[in-house]
């Protein structure tokens, strides 16, 4: 087991082998892939693409407290991230469009050339609370994923978190499908409140 294991890292594993049992079964925790099936058989590299700016205010927020004007460092991570923050209102977190997977893709792709455990396939799960999945994106999407992936080490498939459903891109075949990952959360929820 790693030494540090993320909460992407659990959640990936959690949503994969509930909704692809036949194509991992039972996922472990590792390192370099961060997931990888018993048998050697395939490894996922698991990565939050929301970016570390983002990361710092939702947990700067989650620790604040309730109905108390923001921080001033609240406010500064704010204005980094690009989300408005008016004194009358909420934060407004505007959405970005998916094809802002590309580049965290592209990371990935470098350093999974650079050295990984020798498995018999590689994949990704990327996660954004922030990004867009519309239908209208994903075609491109898929089309933009696929030039990418040319490099002598390259990945299957490529998960998606987003915008309440899950889309896997199958790069060797040159398809994608979506399902909607509201129902899992909500049972790995109350799995873990329990």
């Known amino acids: 087991m790693p030494k540090r294991t993320s909460p992407y890292e659990i959640y990936a594993k959690y949503i994969l082998e509930?909704?692809?049992?036949?194509?991992y079964g039972t996922l472990l925790l590792r390192d370099r892939p961060d997931l990888q099936t018993a048998d050697g058989a395939a490894g996922i590299e698991v990565t939050?693409?929301?970016?570390?700016?983002?990361?710092r205010l939702v947990t700067e927020i989650a620790v604040s407290k309730p109905y108390q004007a923001p921080s001033e460092r609240i406010l500064d991570l704010c204005a980094q991230c690009g989300i408005?923050?008016?004194a009358w209102q909420t934060f407004v977190i505007n959405p970005l469009p998916a094809a802002g997977f590309v580049e965290?893709?592209?990371r990935k792709l470098k350093k999974l050339n650079a050295g990984y455990a020798l498995l018999g396939r590689y994949?990704?799960?990327?996660y954004s609370d922030r990004h867009t999945l519309d239908a209208y994106e994903l075609e491109p999407l898929l089309e933009m994923l696929c030039e990418e992936n040319q490099a002598p080490i390259s990945y299957h498939y490529v998960y998606i978190d987003a915008d309440g459903k899950l889309a896997c891109f199958d790069l060797v075949h040159h398809s994608y499908e979506v399902r909607p990952t509201g129902d899992v959360r909500e049972k790995l929820l109350g799995e873990t409140a329990e």
């Open 123 to 126: 994949d990704l799960f990327l």
């Open 104 to 106: 965290p893709f592209r």
């Open 18 to 23: 509930t909704m692809y049992p036949a194509r």
């Open 84 to 86: 408005e923050y008016h």
């Open 48 to 55: 939050s693409v929301n970016g570390e700016t983002f990361e």
